[in-house]
């Protein structure tokens, strides 16, 4: 097969989004010595799969109780009222994300799924109360398109965005272990 057979490229690729998954933070010259690529090319492989949003970005998974705060969930279900343009622009604009930096509440992630209900998002904030005021304020920029939500604090995160917690051993805390 050629080097530069679409497939080999695709599984060029796939290598080192595997790779980039658990190791973000490494740089090219490690990544290039690990498969014995040149640096060069995984440099372009990289920068390509940027340019074609495959790579969204680069995030540093970080304890929240840190930052003084607590990770929530915030499990949504869609009334069966349409959906209009005014909505969709509503939720979509940047204005929604500034919203909720004024309100203490920072986006982690924010699913659209298919089941029972219809939105996760995962968020994080100072407390209870910051993220129970999210919720208000969902509900009334939102109102009539949700018809249940539930907000749930995570206690004790076992993975993060694929990482395994380093002091998982404090789980058995949780269960006076």
Not at 135 to 150: A, C, I, M, P, R
């Amino acid at each position: 097969m050629p080097k530069n057979s679409a497939e080999q490229i695709k599984k060029d690729e796939k290598k080192i989004l595997d790779f980039l998954e658990n190791n973000a933070n490494t740089n090219i010259n490690d990544i290039s010595k690990s498969f014995g690529f040149s640096r060069q090319k995984v440099w372009r492989i990289i920068k390509k799969l940027e340019q074609n949003n495959v790579i969204w970005g680069y995030n540093a998974v970080i304890n929240p109780k840190y930052l003084d705060k607590k990770d929530f969930l915030l499990i949504i279900k869609r009334s069966n009222k349409a959906v209009n343009d005014s909505i969709l622009k509503k939720a979509m604009d940047g204005k929604f994300l500034n919203d909720l930096n004024e309100i203490g509440v920072k986006l982690i992630d924010s699913l659209y799924t298919n089941g029972f209900f219809d939105w996760i998002l995962y968020f994080s904030a100072p407390d209870i109360k910051n993220a129970k005021h999210f919720l208000d304020y969902l509900n009334k920029n939102y109102e009539g398109y949700v018809s249940e939500s539930h907000l749930i604090e995570v206690m004790f995160p076992m993975t993060k965005c694929g990482m395994g917690n380093p002091e998982i051993k404090k789980l058995s805390n949780f269960f006076g272990i």
